[in-house]
């Protein structure tokens, strides 16, 4: 043992709450920079930031970081999607079924246009699909945080959280449903391909269902308490996470369970409707760093032709769907067209299904990377300036109705 044994050895090791730390930081500065300068959203400034310290730019949040930090975003996610899953009322899709049909037919449209179109440019069938049913989800956390941002209250807010909630549960059973594809592709046993999606699409609405259960029974054990069900709910959310993780199970799915289930299974309210975002803030601020730094703009030059045929295919598919049908639910065609451009983000749900594919067969995971994440950076950027644009224009953040 030498005398300065004691000191810290070089490099330093990696940190998860020094990592967590900094990139709330790094989070901080540069959407409060954004919002102040060019007057953007501050999730823009979050995913800059990451793409400056990412490979795209200083290269200091590396590969090794980023997977430290994914138990950060898959807590965020989980928060949205459960905010998200309480959104979506049952009772009121039943009264209004036009909103859930249109809901579906955006969603059915949106991916019939990508898949052809993919397909058309001579990507293979299998690719073409999964691709497609990953663009069917809108960013939920974009949505949700834009109008948080904003106070944004109104009809064309409350219809694309919806949208984006029916559109999320489709995309996430879809890519589920794939997966036997995927498994035939790589010659997997029959026994994976036909168990393998039924397990995740089962396993996780049961996850989820057994969370609700659980958050019922302690919400009427602990009363009317808004602190301790605010503690409740952020510790559930945690744990049906790593669950979920350990289970092998979809992560996506499960949250977004919990939430639907939570919102429509509380018959005698006992759970009280508190808010999460104050406390999500801090892990949404790290989802879109790191968002940022898992994107390259390298992609951009090996598939930037491809993407935008997939961004436009996915915007008509998505626009003719709401145009169709908004009408017969009393939407004016002004609103419906700004509801169309805020169902433009998409993001962090599509680099962890990318992710999750990735981990199952690396090969196909690159190539349907090609083909993703170049659409994903440039929507990266565009989504969170796009739900602006329509919140404001159509009248319903807190500057426009004060003015």
Not at 370 to 384: F, H, K, N, Q, R
Request: glycine share 8%.
């Amino acid at each position: 043992m030498t005398y300065l044994d004691f000191l810290p050895q070089l490099p330093f090791p990696a940190n998860p709450l020094a990592l967590f730390g900094l990139l709330l930081l790094a989070g901080l500065i540069g959407g409060e920079l954004v919002k102040r300068l060019l007057h953007l959203p501050r999730i823009t400034g979050y995913v800059l930031m990451g793409m400056l310290l990412g490979a795209s730019g200083s290269g200091l949040l590396d590969d090794k970081l980023i997977a430290e930090a994914r138990i950060f975003v898959d807590i965020a996610l989980g928060l949205v999607l459960f905010e998200l899953g309480r959104r979506l009322d049952v009772t009121w899709l039943k009264k209004d079924r036009w909103l859930l049909a249109t809901g579906v037919l955006e969603s059915a449209l949106s991916f019939a246009f990508m898949y052809f179109a993919l397909v058309y440019f001579d990507v293979k069938p299998l690719f073409a699909a999964v691709a497609a049913a990953i663009g069917v989800s809108t960013s939920p956390a974009v949505v949700m945080l834009v109008s948080q941002e904003l106070r944004a209250e109104g009809q064309v807010t409350e219809r694309a959280l919806n949208l984006v909630a029916i559109n999320s549960v489709i995309a996430f059973v879809l890519m589920t449903m794939l997966l036997s594809g995927v498994h035939h592709e790589y010659q997997a046993g029959w026994i994976t391909v036909a168990l393998h999606p039924m397990y995740m699409l089962a396993g996780s609405l049961a996850l989820g269902y057994a969370a609700c259960m659980l958050a019922l029974l302690l919400a009427r054990w602990l009363c009317k308490s808004a602190e301790r069900h605010l503690v409740l709910l952020l510790a559930l959310v945690a744990v049906t996470v790593g669950a979920a993780r350990m289970l092998e199970l979809s992560v996506l799915l499960a949250l977004l369970a919990l939430g639907v289930m939570v919102r429509n299974l509380d018959r005698r309210h006992d759970l009280m409707a508190v808010d999460t975002g104050r406390v999500g803030q801090l892990f949404f601020v790290v989802l879109f760093v790191i968002g940022g730094a898992s994107l390259q703009l390298s992609e951009m030059a090996a598939g930037g032709g491809l993407a935008l045929v997939y961004i436009l295919a996915r915007f008509a598919g998505k626009s003719i769907g709401v145009l169709s049908l908004t009408h017969f639910s009393g939407v004016r065609a002004g609103s419906a067209g700004l509801l169309c451009i805020a169902l433009t983000p998409m993001s962090s749900t599509a680099l962890v299904m990318v992710q999750g594919t990735a981990d199952l067969y690396p090969e196909f995971g690159v190539k349907l990377s090609a083909i993703v994440l170049s659409a994903v950076l440039i929507l990266e950027l565009l989504g969170p300036i796009a739900v602006q644009f329509a919140l404001k224009q159509a009248g319903e953040t807190n500057e426009e109705k004060q003015q």
